[in-house]
Structures are given as C-alpha cells and as structure tokens.
C-alpha cells in the first residue's frame, strides 16, 4: 500500500508541475502538442483539442510538450514565436507550482497540528546560552544573520553547520533586541550540536497565520535543499546520501508503514510532510542553472532578453544534451545506491 501510494504522491507532484507549464502557455497562447504523466510508451492517450493527454508506462516523470526544442518553427501558437519574456513565465511556472504546491501542503498541516514558534521554553546549566543570559519566553529572531521564524529553522542551521564554533543569535525580549555569541557543545553520538535551548509549545494558529507560517515553512525547506547542496559541494555529503526516484518510494513506504499503526490521519499528515520536503525540492532543483532542467533553459532566456538576440538554437541543444546525458548518468548512479540501500 505505500508503494501505491508513494507512486500517487510523486504522480501528482509531477503533474502539478507541468500544470504549471500547462496553464502559462495556454495563458500566453502557446500550443500544448502533448501533456503527459510518465515516461516510456502510451499506455492511454486521449485528444483533446490541440492537445493528446497521456499516460505512459512508467510512472516517473511527465512532460508538457510545446515545441520548445524546436527553432525552426515560427508558426503562430508556437513556443518560439512568443516574446523572450512569455517563454521565461511558461518555463518558471513549472517550479513555481511546486512551491505553490508545498505551501498548500504546509498550510493544511498548520491547520491540522500547529508550527512550533521559535520560542525558547528553557536554557540548560552549563551551556553558553545560559552564560549569556538567554532565558525562557526568549524569540530567536536569527542565527549568524540567517533569518528566523520557526524552530525548525534553529534546528536545520545546526544541523547543516556542525563545524561552526560559535553562533551569533539575535533574539527578543520584551520588544526589545539582544545579541548573543553560543558556543555550540557537540555531545557524543550526536550529529547535531546542542545549544542548550528547548523549543515551546505547539501553536495552531487561525487561518490567516496558517498562510503566514505556511511561507515560513516552505523557506525553511528551501533553505534545506540549499544547505544539502552546499553539503554535497564541500563534501560533507556525498552521492550515497541522494536519493531518487526508488529511493523516494522506499521512504514513503517507510513513513507509511510507521504511521498507519496511528490511523488514516496520521498517514495524510505525514504524506503531505514528506510531499512537501519532495515538491519543494523538485521546484529549487529546477530553477537551478543546470542544461536540460528548466533553470537551464531560463538561463539562455535571460540571456536572449539582455542581448535582445536567441542564442543560436544549435548551441543550445548541445548544452542542453550534454546535461541531459549528465543527468542520465547521475540518475543511473543514484538509483543503483537507492537499490543497494534496500537490501
């Protein structure tokens, strides 16, 4: 039943995504020649319209089809004959409803349990934050200049800055603003350093803060897909540590099973955390310039509206093809670990 639902969740994230695509060039004119769920051949395919919906073998991936590859083709409706700036809102609308996407799932978890507040509830003897000060009903407003809204947030920069000696916190009280320099304490058999605060209660706010931590949250994830990219740069994570698209289904199957023990409500809440980590990541990844995602297509864009002239579309097919066989080549790897792992 996880896989099941794993391949659902991941489905559904997919075809938001290329809604977004979808919408922006219907908005803009553009012909949609395919919208499909899926790689590999057409199990289902329906015309409608312009457009053939299909749903192809493996339930990986989907595509929105406008003729983008294509140079030659001026014709009207075309993806080539619309102005730089309607081709840049048609490829950034596919991320941008995977962020969408993971604040409407934020929101919804909000409303159901509540956000913790990045309220201190108590400073442990013995710890730096003590020394300087910090007390109960303390509000950490940033960490070493990284903004600060949710506990989450306080959680992820020591996590993702174990090697950091010392941390200037920013923090509230009474309306009032204080600074204090913490010394993390890195206790054996623990990845992540302590600080010596504990986080509040829950909270679980109306409507209008539920849209408003809802934005918090989701930057918290971004700023996780940025620190484990930096952590893969530097090296203090390696390839064994990503995971596709086998390992995502592993994952989900694993929530799955510890979950559904507590009842159906637990399994949705802990679906749309986990689809929330997964579109948020798959909405950064693909503004990022990289040839053949849509962060690299939006680079020869923007390059084409400051030269007010399209790179020769020979050019950018090689670069596009040569990241795309990159990619291929990542993807394979990733998977053989993501196989190895389950066994």
Same mark, same amino acid.
């Given at each position: 039943m996880g896989i099941i639902i794993a391949i659902?969740?991941?489905?559904?994230?997919?075809?938001?995504?290329?809604?977004?695509?979808?919408?922006?060039?219907?908005?803009?004119?553009?012909?949609?020649?395919?919208?499909?769920?899926?790689?590999?051949?057409?199990? *289902?395919?329906?015309?409608?319209?312009?457009?053939?919906?299909?749903?192809?073998?493996?339930?990986?991936?989907?595509?929105?089809?406008?003729?983008?590859?294509?140079?030659?083709?001026?014709?009207?409706?075309?993806?080539?004959?619309?102005?730089?700036?309607?081709?840049?809102?048609?490829?950034?609308?596919?991320?941008?409803?995977?962020?969408?996407?993971?604040?409407?799932?934020?929101? *919804? *978890? *909000?409303?159901?349990?509540?956000?913790?507040?990045?309220?201190?509830?108590?400073?442990?003897?013995?710890?730096?934050?003590?020394?300087?000060?910090?007390?109960?009903?303390?509000?950490?407003?940033?960490?070493?200049?990284?903004?600060?809204?949710?506990?989450?947030?306080?959680?992820?920069?020591?996590?993702t800055h174990p090697n950091e000696t010392s941390l200037e916190v920013v923090y509230e009280r009474d309306g009032e603003e204080y600074t204090a320099v913490i010394e993390p304490r890195q206790l054996e058999g623990d990845a992540t350093p302590k600080l010596g605060v504990t986080s509040g209660e829950v909270v679980k706010p109306g409507i209008l803060g539920a849209f408003q931590y809802g934005v918090y949250t989701v930057k918290y994830w971004i700023n996780y897909t940025f620190d484990s990219l930096r952590m893969l740069v530097t090296g203090q994570l390696g390839i064994k540590d990503m995971s596709g698209p086998v390992g995502i289904v592993s994952a989900v199957d694993s929530v799955y099973q510890a979950s559904a023990p507590s009842g159906i409500a637990a399994v949705i809440l802990n679906m749309l955390n986990f689809g929330v980590l997964v579109t948020a990541n798959l909405g950064i990844m693909n503004l990022l310039p990289i040839p053949a995602l849509d962060g690299g297509r939006l680079v020869f864009l923007i390059i084409e509206a400051v030269r007010r002239k399209r790179v020769p579309p020979e050019k950018e097919g090689m670069v596009h093809f040569a990241g795309f066989a990159a990619l291929m080549v990542l993807m394979v790897v990733v998977m053989f670990n993501d196989i190895v792992k389950l066994f």
């Open positions: 659902l969740l991941f489905s559904f994230i997919i075809i938001f995504h290329e809604l977004g695509h979808f919408l922006l060039a219907k908005a803009n004119g553009i012909r949609v020649d395919e919208f499909s769920l899926g790689l590999g051949p057409t199990l *289902i395919g329906k015309q409608i319209g312009e457009t053939k919906f299909s749903l192809k073998l493996l339930p990986f991936g989907g595509a929105c089809m406008m003729g983008e590859d294509d140079a030659d083709d001026m014709s009207e409706g075309s993806f080539n004959s619309k102005s730089v700036w309607a081709r840049i809102s048609v490829i950034a609308a596919g991320p941008a409803f995977n962020l969408i996407l993971a604040w409407i799932f934020c929101v *919804i *978890i *909000i409303l159901s349990v509540g956000y913790r507040p990045a309220e201190i509830s108590g400073v442990s003897e013995g710890y730096s934050a003590a020394e300087q000060g910090m007390q109960a009903g303390d509000v950490i407003k940033e960490i070493n200049g990284r903004n600060v809204h949710i506990w989450d947030d306080v959680s992820l920069y020591t996590l």
